[in-house]
């Protein structure tokens, strides 16, 4: 499956920015799907993850209560609404898509495909 990410930017502090990681190539709603944020220095870290049917989402407790995860199967979609934006969020976002299974992933090694990243810049 080939994954491509968009929606980055540079945001104030407080701002609000949506990305999106279209799929193509295989079974989308078979994938779980997630996103991983990598800042310069740092080791690449989850963000949150949506299992295949959306019913199931987990996040990191560093963006639990101010982003969500959602998918549209029908678009090949996976979305990332991020509200209350602060400068320690700023990073390389990217997906990542796995066959699904009866256990989210939360490591990057959990993770078969990935997209080339979307830039997210918060200033403060």
């Known amino acids: 499956v080939q994954l491509q990410a968009s929606g980055g930017g540079l945001v104030q502090a407080g701002g609000s920015l949506r990305l999106s990681c279209a799929a193509s190539?295989?079974?989308?709603?078979?994938?779980?799907m997630g996103w991983f944020r990598q800042a310069p220095g740092k080791e690449r870290e989850f963000v949150a993850a949506?299992?295949?049917?959306?019913?199931?989402?987990y996040y990191a407790d560093s963006v639990k209560g101010r982003f969500t995860i959602s998918r549209d199967n029908a678009k090949n979609t996976v979305y990332l609404q991020m509200n209350s934006l602060k400068p320690e969020d700023t990073a390389v976002y990217y997906c990542?898509?796995?066959?699904?299974?009866?256990?989210?992933?939360?490591?990057?090694?959990?993770?078969?495909?990935w997209g080339q990243g979307t830039q997210v810049t918060v200033s403060s």
């Open positions: 949506i299992g295949w049917s959306a019913g199931n989402t």
């Open positions: 990542a898509a796995r066959g699904s299974r009866v256990v989210i992933g939360f490591a990057t090694t959990d993770y078969n495909y």
């Open positions: 190539g295989r079974t989308f709603s078979n994938y779980d």
